[in-house]
């Protein structure tokens, strides 16, 4: 009985002791800001600690070549980054995610912030438009959008309240086009993915996810007098825990330097 | 899971619930708020009101109906081709048996969204069984009701057969030998003495393979993808709520709630009273 209270109280122990290190570990981010210097913005301040940043899902590659930029140019930060849908990242900030940048595939998702005092204003980037992409084997001979409406062709498409999915719609409406999906998907990323992976014929996707998937699909060019665009709001958020590391990322994705990272992968100037 | 075994000391395990050590109650209090405190915010922020309204949505019909559908046909799936497993898995001796459950019971502790992943690879259009599937017959899985069915069908199985299994390794096999002995084939044995004897574990197995059907949601995002009336269940309806309103994710996962109450109360008998009872 004796040895049983002991061990059940290291338990406790340690189980105080984890709780202790979850805590501590949640709370490390918004500590480090304490370097000062932030006053002389002309040259780039120490920054360390981590930002996180909550970018749409089409943002990755860009976003991630852009994250391990910002981490050379300041030796000992750390760049948190989370892909997804941008309501969905929306919602995520609204219900107190401790994220320091949002970047939104779509003014509409970042209103939503601003509204909830997330966020007092925003800029817009980039904008991008839409693409279809295809396997490489392309087996239902899909050679323009309007392709998309034929029953026999498989169709993945995003939600409707995902930026992809409202754009999509866009495109269908100015094609005069009915498009039956097989599949709404939550995010662009899985779109892409259904045709990657050979499920369905076709796919709605931005240029950039055509880019970015290189020889895994084919892009199809939607004309321009069909296609439609999102353009791409960031802010970094009032709430931030690295308000300093929050702006310095804000600013580096306005620089020449993000617009080129930005525009090598297919976006373009809003 | 072996509920057959009888406790002798039965007295002594009750008079020991009195004085419970504080060391053992503090933390067993927490762990108990812990359980029981989302659930009830739930109950706290559900739009009460306008409930009927979010409720009555034709999506969320069609979302519940789906779902009780597939969940359904996933058990009765898992019935016709997991039973007899279970029954092999109890009592056929072979080398490689241990093997051979463990595997079985891989899905129980698998991600569901790897399931979802592993059978497109296998099942899908491209998929190693499923390109066959394509060419020979024209079926597809993936993007189908029958979909659905599949995934589920291949993540609440293993409920089924551990549950079933358990209760046929502790049956009375005597009654199965004296069968025998007078003359029973095995398939008679198996019919008449066997399942009426695990009658109550195959319905609780049965009944936690469709909670956990009706659940499902990782594997049938990812093989079966997302289309209401066809593919998304009330799971996935309430992720897809989620994002543009929030009361109404509040609204159906309520629904949901009360289907876990309701599988609770019809398993009481098998879990809330204790080993002695089966």
Not at chain 1, 76 to 104: M, R, T, Y
Not at chain 2, 218 to 244: R, S, V
Request: net charge neutral; charged share 15%.
């Amino acid at each position: 009985m004796q040895t049983r209270i002991i061990v059940l109280t290291a338990v406790a122990a340690a189980a105080v002791a984890v709780a202790a290190g979850c805590s501590s570990s949640k709370n490390s981010p918004s500590s480090p800001p304490a370097s000062p210097g932030a006053g002389g913005a002309t040259s780039s301040p120490a920054i360390s600690g981590t930002v996180t940043v909550f970018a749409a899902a089409s943002l990755k590659e860009a976003f991630t070549t852009l994250a391990s930029q910002f981490e050379s140019d300041h030796p000992g930060s750390h760049v948190k980054l989370s892909f997804g849908a941008s309501s969905d990242l929306a919602e995520q900030i609204n219900q107190g995610a401790p994220a320091d940048v949002f970047a939104s595939a779509s003014p509409k998702n970042m209103q939503q912030v601003i509204s909830a005092g997330g966020a007092s204003t925003s800029t817009n980037f980039v904008k991008n438009v839409m693409e279809v992409a295809v396997p490489p084997s392309n087996p239902a001979h899909v050679t323009s959008v309007t392709d998309l409406a034929k029953s026999s062709v498989k169709v993945a498409l995003c939600q409707p309240q995902v930026p992809c999915g409202a754009v999509a719609a866009e495109v269908f409406t100015n094609a005069k086009i009915t498009v039956k999906p097989v599949t709404l998907e939550p995010d662009v990323k899985s779109t892409l993915s259904k045709v990657e992976l050979n499920e369905v014929d076709a796919g709605m996707v931005y240029v950039t996810d055509v880019r970015a998937a290189g020889s895994k699909v084919t892009g199809i060019v939607i004309p321009d007098n069909l296609n439609a665009s999102t353009e791409y709001p960031i802010a970094a958020l009032t709430k931030a825990p690295h308000a300093v590391g929050a702006q310095a990322f804000v600013d580096l994705v306005l620089s020449p330097a993000g617009e080129a990272v930005l525009s090598a992968d297919g976006f373009q100037k809003p | 899971m072996s509920p057959r075994r009888s406790y002798p000391h039965r007295s002594v395990r009750e008079s020991g619930q009195r004085g419970v050590p504080a060391l053992i109650a503090a933390p067993a209090l927490v762990a108990f708020a812990f359980l029981l405190l989302p659930l009830a915010a739930l109950l706290v922020r559900a739009p009460w009101r306008g409930l009927g309204r979010l409720l009555s949505e034709s999506d969320v019909l069609t979302a519940l109906r789906l779902s009780l559908e597939c969940a359904t046909a996933a058990t009765i799936a898992a019935l016709v081709f997991g039973v007899p497993l279970a029954w092999v898995l109890a009592r056929m001796r072979f080398p490689g048996l241990g093997l051979v459950r463990a595997l079985v019971t891989l899905p129980l502790v698998l991600p569901p969204v790897v399931g979802g992943i592993a059978l497109l690879l296998a099942l899908g259009r491209n998929g190693i069984v499923g390109r066959h599937l394509d060419e020979w017959f024209g079926i597809t899985l993936p993007f189908t009701t029958a979909g659905v069915i599949v995934a589920e069908t291949f993540v609440a199985m293993p409920f089924l057969i551990v549950t079933v299994e358990g209760a046929l390794r502790t049956a009375d096999r005597d009654i199965e030998e004296a069968a025998v002995t007078l003359g029973a084939s095995r398939l008679t044995v198996f019919r008449r003495i066997t399942l009426p004897a695990i009658g109550p574990s195959l319905v609780a197995g049965s009944i936690l393979c469709w909670a956990r059907a009706l659940g499902e949601f990782g594997a049938t995002i990812t093989f079966a993808g997302n289309l209401p009336g066809t593919t998304q269940t009330m799971p996935l309806a309430i992720y897809e709520a989620f994002e543009h309103d929030p009361e109404a994710a509040i609204a159906l996962s309520l629904v949901l709630l009360l289907v876990a109450v309701i599988v609770l109360v019809a398993l009481r008998d098998k879990w809330l009273r204790g080993p002695a009872s089966l």
